[in-house]
C-alpha cells in the first residue's frame, strides 16, 4: 500500500499476519477512523491514522463500510479487495442453499459427473463419494464431515480433477498430519493417469510438483514460500483432518491457514470430527471456508439450543457420510469399571485434597487446571507416573508378586515404592483382556494418554508373554512397529497413544479389539483413535469390540460425562446418530489436556466433592 496519502481518503490492506486488516488514512480522516474502528467488535487503534480489525469481523460487518464520508477515495489493496468480493458472491450462494428445502437437489447424473472428471480421472468412486462430490461442486469451497474410512481424500481429488479438468485450478496444495501423507501419495497415484506428481514440503522444492504436501507443525515458519507457491498459479487449498486448526486465528495452525486460505482459488476442508468441543470448534473451521460467514451461520444456528434445528440449518453447508451409510458392522462398546486398591486410593485423595487447596486461586488459570486435571488422570491411573523417571520413557517397574504395604511410613515414601506393593488395577485389567484375546486369536490395541504408561504397561505386558509393538512420539521405526503388529503373528499387542496414532493409520484389517486404559477430554482424539480399528472394508461377520477402563470415584467419572456430552452435540449438529450411540457407552457386567471452561468447571466440581 505505497499509494501517496493525499490520493484515498481509507487504504485497506492485509497485516502481516493475514488474519486481519490494516486501516490507514490521512491526517484529515483521523476522527473518521476513530468512528469507524470503534464499529468493529475487534477493531483496535494502532496509531493516530491505523487501526486493526480482525478479518472476519471485517468481512461480516463489511456494510460499516458504507458510512465513511469518501467512499470513492478508498482503495483497497488487491488481494483482501477479492476476498471480500468472492466472500460475498459465497455468502449469496450459500444463502440460497440454507434456503433450500431439498440439499440434494442439483446433484450430479453418474454420466455428468464422469464427463466433469475428465479423460485422466482412472480411479472408481462409491455412490456416496460421487454424492459428495456433486455437492461440493455446488459450492465454490466446502466441507466434507464424513467419517474417518469414508474415502474423503478420494473424494477430495475428484473435485480437484472437475476444476482441474475445467482450467479453474492447476495447482493443490494439501495440508495434512504426517501420518496422512502415505494416503495422499497412494491416492494422487491411483485417481489420475498418469499420476499426478507431488513433493513434500519437508523433503525440498520442486518447481515442476502439481500437488505440495504439508504437515500443520511446518506452516508458520514455511508461510511466506507456500504463499508464493498459492500465487502462482491458480490453486485449491485443501486441509485434511482440519480440526487441528480448530482454534482459528487464535491457535497457531489456524493462523497460517486463515493466511493461506485467501489466496486459493477453492478451499476445502476434510474432517470426521467437525465439533469435538463444541460449537467453537465448528464456527472456526466454517469460518476458515467461508470468512465473514460461516461463523456468523453457525452461532446464529446453534444460539436457540436446539440442535435438531441447528442440524437442519446447517446441513447444505457440508456433505457427510455416515458410519450407517457405510454398512459396518456394529461396534460392541462398553465400560469396565474398577476399584482402586487401598495405597493407590490414599494417594489419589491426597492429591486431589492438595489440588483442592489451590483449585480457588487457579480456577482461571486454564493452564494449571489443566495439568491438575492431567495429574488426577495419571493418579486414576498409576500414581507412579507422577514421580518423573530418570527419561520421560523411562518405563514402571513392578515387583511380582508384590510386597504388603507397610503400616508405618510416610505417603511420599510409600508413592516412591508403590510398583513394590500394588499393581494397577487398570493395568491388571488390560494384561487380563490381552489373555482372553490372545486365548482366542485377537490381536489388541491399548490406547493410554501418557508415555511412562505406555511403556510400563509394554514391559508389563512383556513379561506376561506378551511382546508389544510400541508407537509413540519418540519411537524411532514406527512403520516398522506397525508393520510388526501387523505381520507378525506372535505380535497380538499394540501400545500407543492417540495423540500419535489417532489419525490416518489403518488397522481394521488385523485388529478387531481396542482398550482404553485412560482418556483425556479431547473428544476428537477418542473418535478419531476408534476409527483406526472400525473403518470402511470390514466383512459383515467381524465384531469389534471397544472397552473403556475407568477407576471408580475418580476423575475418570469426569472425563466419561464430559466425553458423552460432547458426543452428544456433534451426534445431533451433525445429525448422526452413530456418533450418539458411542456416547452411551454401556457399562461391563460386573464381575490431558484440552479442556475447554465446562471441562474445567466439571474439574472444580470434582475438586469441591473429594
Same mark, same amino acid.
Given at each position: 500500500?505505497?499509494?501517496p496519502?493525499?490520493?484515498?481518503?481509507?487504504?485497506?490492506?492485509?497485516?502481516?499476519?493475514?488474519?486481519?486488516?490494516?486501516?490507514r488514512?490521512?491526517?484529515?480522516?483521523?476522527? $473518521?477512523?476513530?468512528?469507524?474502528?470503534?464499529?468493529?467488535?475487534?477493531?483496535?487503534? +494502532?496509531?493516530?491514522?491505523?487501526?486493526?480489525?480482525?478479518?472476519?469481523?471485517?468481512?461480516?460487518g463489511?456494510?460499516?463500510?458504507?458510512s465513511?464520508?469518501?467512499?470513492?477515495?478508498?482503495?483497497?489493496?488487491?488481494?483482501l479487495s477479492a476476498? *471480500?468480493?468472492?466472500?460475498?458472491?459465497?455468502?449469496?450462494?450459500?444463502?440460497?442453499?440454507?434456503s433450500?428445502a431439498?440439499? &440434494?437437489?442439483?446433484?450430479?447424473?453418474?454420466?455428468?459427473?464422469?464427463?466433469?472428471?475428465?479423460? &485422466?480421472?482412472?480411479?472408481?468412486?462409491?455412490?456416496?463419494?460421487?454424492?459428495?462430490i456433486?455437492?461440493?461442486?455446488a459450492?465454490?469451497?466446502?466441507a466434507n464431515?464424513?467419517?474417518?474410512?469414508?474415502?474423503?481424500?478420494?473424494a477430495?481429488?475428484?473435485?480437484?480433477a472437475?476444476?482441474?479438468?475445467?482450467?479453474?485450478?492447476?495447482?493443490?496444495?494439501?495440508?495434512?498430519?504426517?501420518?496422512?501423507?502415505?494416503?495422499?501419495?497412494?491416492e494422487?497415484?491411483?485417481?489420475?493417469?498418469?499420476?499426478?506428481?507431488?513433493?513434500? +514440503? #519437508?523433503?525440498?522444492?520442486?518447481p515442476?510438483?502439481?500437488?505440495?504436501?504439508?504437515?500443520y507443525?511446518?506452516?508458520?515458519?514455511?508461510?511466506?514460500?507456500?504463499?508464493?507457491?498459492?500465487?502462482?498459479?491458480?490453486?485449491?487449498?485443501?486441509?485434511?483432518?482440519?480440526?487441528?486448526?480448530?482454534?482459528?486465528?487464535?491457535?497457531?495452525?489456524g493462523?497460517?491457514c486463515?493466511?493461506?486460505g485467501?489466496?486459493? @482459488?477453492?478451499r476445502?476442508? +476434510?474432517?470426521?470430527?467437525?465439533?469435538?468441543?463444541?460449537? @467453537?470448534?465448528?464456527?472456526?473451521?466454517?469460518g476458515?471456508?467461508?470468512?465473514?460467514h460461516?461463523?456468523?451461520?453457525?452461532?446464529?444456528?446453534?444460539?436457540?439450543?436446539d440442535?435438531?434445528?441447528?442440524?437442519?440449518?446447517?446441513r447444505?453447508?457440508?456433505?457427510?457420510?455416515?458410519?450407517?451409510?457405510?454398512?459396518?458392522?456394529?461396534?460392541?462398546?462398553?465400560?469396565?469399571?474398577?476399584?482402586?486398591?487401598?495405597?493407590?486410593d490414599?494417594?489419589?485423595?491426597?492429591?486431589?485434597? #492438595?489440588?483442592?487447596?489451590?483449585?480457588?486461586?487457579?480456577?482461571?488459570?486454564?493452564?494449571?487446571?489443566?495439568?491438575?486435571?492431567?495429574?488426577?488422570?495419571?493418579?486414576?491411573?498409576?500414581?507412579?507416573?507422577?514421580?518423573?523417571?530418570?527419561?520421560?520413557?523411562?518405563?514402571?517397574?513392578?515387583?511380582?508378586?508384590?510386597?504388603? *504395604?507397610?503400616?508405618?511410613?510416610?505417603?511420599?515414601?510409600?508413592?516412591?515404592?508403590?510398583?513394590?506393593?500394588?499393581l494397577?488395577?487398570?493395568?491388571?485389567?488390560?494384561?487380563?483382556?490381552?489373555?482372553?484375546?490372545?486365548?482366542?486369536?485377537?490381536?489388541?490395541?491399548?490406547?493410554?494418554?501418557?508415555?511412562?504408561?505406555l511403556?510400563?504397561l509394554a514391559?508389563?505386558?512383556?513379561?506376561?508373554?506378551?511382546?508389544?509393538?510400541?508407537?509413540?512420539?519418540?519411537?524411532?521405526?514406527?512403520?516398522?512397529?506397525?508393520?510388526r503388529?501387523r505381520?507378525?503373528?506372535?505380535?497380538?499387542?499394540l501400545?500407543?497413544?492417540?495423540?500419535?496414532?489417532?489419525?490416518?493409520?489403518?488397522?481394521?484389517? *488385523?485388529?478387531?479389539?481396542?482398550?482404553y486404559?485412560?482418556?483425556?477430554?479431547?473428544?476428537?482424539?477418542?473418535?478419531?483413535?476408534?476409527?483406526?480399528i472400525?473403518?470402511?472394508?470390514?466383512?459383515?461377520?467381524?465384531?469389534?469390540?471397544?472397552?473403556?477402563?475407568?477407576?471408580?470415584?475418580?476423575?475418570?467419572?469426569?472425563?466419561?460425562?464430559?466425553?458423552?456430552?460432547?458426543?452428544?452435540?456433534?451426534?445431533?449438529?451433525? $445429525?448422526?446418530?452413530?456418533?450418539?450411540?458411542?456416547a452411551?457407552?454401556? $457399562?461391563?457386567?460386573?464381575?490431558?489436556?484440552?479442556?475447554?471452561?465446562?471441562?474445567?468447571?466439571?474439574?472444580?466440581?470434582?475438586?469441591? @466433592?473429594?
Amino acid at each position: 500500500m505505497s499509494v501517496p496519502a493525499e490520493e484515498f481518503s481509507l487504504q485497506l490492506g492485509f497485516d502481516v499476519s493475514r488474519t486481519k486488516a490494516e486501516l490507514r488514512v490521512p491526517e484529515q480522516y483521523r476522527s $473518521d477512523l476513530v468512528q469507524l474502528t470503534a464499529r468493529f467488535r475487534t477493531g483496535r487503534q +494502532l496509531g493516530p491514522t491505523s487501526a486493526l480489525v480482525d478479518l472476519e469481523d471485517l468481512l461480516s460487518g463489511i456494510n460499516v463500510l458504507a458510512s465513511w464520508p469518501a467512499p470513492e477515495e478508498v482503495q483497497w489493496d488487491s488481494d483482501l479487495s477479492a476476498l *471480500v468480493v468472492s466472500s460475498l458472491q459465497d455468502a449469496e450462494t450459500a444463502e440460497k442453499q440454507l434456503s433450500s428445502a431439498d440439499t &440434494d437437489t442439483g446433484l450430479l447424473t453418474r454420466e455428468e459427473l464422469d464427463i466433469r472428471l475428465g479423460s &485422466d480421472w482412472s480411479a472408481p468412486l462409491t455412490e456416496f463419494q460421487r454424492r459428495d462430490i456433486s455437492k461440493l461442486l455446488a459450492l465454490r469451497h466446502g466441507a466434507n464431515f464424513s467419517v474417518p474410512g469414508a474415502g474423503k481424500t478420494r473424494a477430495a481429488l475428484g473435485l480437484y480433477a472437475v476444476v482441474r479438468t475445467e482450467g479453474a485450478a492447476k495447482r493443490l496444495l494439501v495440508i495434512s498430519p504426517k501420518s496422512a501423507y502415505e494416503s495422499w501419495i497412494y491416492e494422487t497415484g491411483t485417481c489420475f493417469s498418469p499420476g499426478l506428481r507431488y513433493c513434500k +514440503l #519437508d523433503s525440498g522444492e520442486d518447481p515442476h510438483a502439481e500437488v505440495l504436501i504439508a504437515n500443520y507443525e511446518r506452516l508458520d515458519r514455511n508461510l511466506a514460500y507456500l504463499a508464493a507457491w498459492l500465487r502462482e498459479e491458480p490453486s485449491v487449498l485443501i486441509l485434511d483432518e482440519a480440526h487441528r486448526m480448530k482454534l482459528g486465528a487464535k491457535g497457531t495452525y489456524g493462523a497460517a491457514c486463515m493466511a493461506l486460505g485467501p489466496l486459493a @482459488k477453492r478451499r476445502l476442508i +476434510l474432517t470426521g470430527t467437525p465439533a469435538p468441543n463444541g460449537a @467453537k470448534d465448528l464456527e472456526n473451521l466454517l469460518g476458515f471456508v467461508w470468512p465473514g460467514h460461516g461463523q456468523r451461520v453457525v452461532t446464529q444456528a446453534v444460539a436457540g439450543g436446539d440442535l435438531a434445528h441447528a442440524s437442519a440449518v446447517l446441513r447444505p453447508l457440508f456433505t457427510r457420510t455416515t458410519k450407517q451409510e457405510l454398512g459396518l458392522p456394529p461396534v460392541t462398546a462398553h465400560i469396565e469399571r474398577v476399584d482402586l486398591p487401598p495405597l493407590h486410593d490414599e494417594i489419589y485423595r491426597a492429591l486431589v485434597g #492438595d489440588l483442592s487447596a489451590r483449585a480457588e486461586a487457579s480456577s482461571d488459570d486454564f493452564a494449571a487446571l489443566g495439568k491438575s486435571a492431567l495429574r488426577m488422570l495419571m493418579a486414576a491411573t498409576n500414581p507412579a507416573l507422577l514421580l518423573e523417571g530418570s527419561t520421560k520413557h523411562e518405563p514402571v517397574e513392578y515387583r511380582l508378586p508384590p510386597l504388603d *504395604v507397610p503400616e508405618n511410613g510416610s505417603l511420599y515414601q510409600l508413592l516412591q515404592d508403590l510398583p513394590d506393593y500394588e499393581l494397577p488395577p487398570k493395568y491388571r485389567a488390560a494384561v487380563g483382556l490381552v489373555a482372553e484375546n490372545v486365548a482366542r486369536g485377537r490381536k489388541t490395541l491399548i490406547w493410554t494418554t501418557f508415555v511412562r504408561s505406555l511403556t510400563s504397561l509394554a514391559k508389563l505386558l512383556e513379561g506376561e508373554g506378551y511382546p508389544a509393538a510400541v508407537v509413540y512420539g519418540g519411537t524411532p521405526n514406527r512403520e516398522e512397529e506397525i508393520r510388526r503388529f501387523r505381520e507378525d503373528p506372535d505380535c497380538m499387542v499394540l501400545v500407543s497413544n492417540p495423540a500419535t496414532l489417532g489419525e490416518g493409520i489403518s488397522l481394521h484389517q *488385523v485388529c478387531h479389539d481396542a482398550v482404553y486404559v485412560d482418556r483425556d477430554f479431547m473428544a476428537g482424539r477418542y473418535l478419531q483413535s476408534l476409527d483406526r480399528i472400525h473403518r470402511l472394508g470390514l466383512a459383515d461377520d467381524v465384531e469389534t469390540r471397544i472397552t473403556v477402563l475407568a477407576a471408580r470415584d475418580t476423575i475418570d467419572e469426569v472425563v466419561e460425562t464430559r466425553l458423552r456430552d460432547k458426543l452428544e452435540f456433534m451426534s445431533k449438529v451433525l $445429525d448422526d446418530p452413530e456418533v450418539q450411540q458411542l456416547a452411551d457407552l454401556q $457399562d461391563a457386567p460386573a464381575g490431558v489436556g484440552g479442556l475447554d471452561i465446562a471441562d474445567v468447571r466439571a474439574v472444580l466440581k470434582h475438586i469441591g @466433592k473429594a
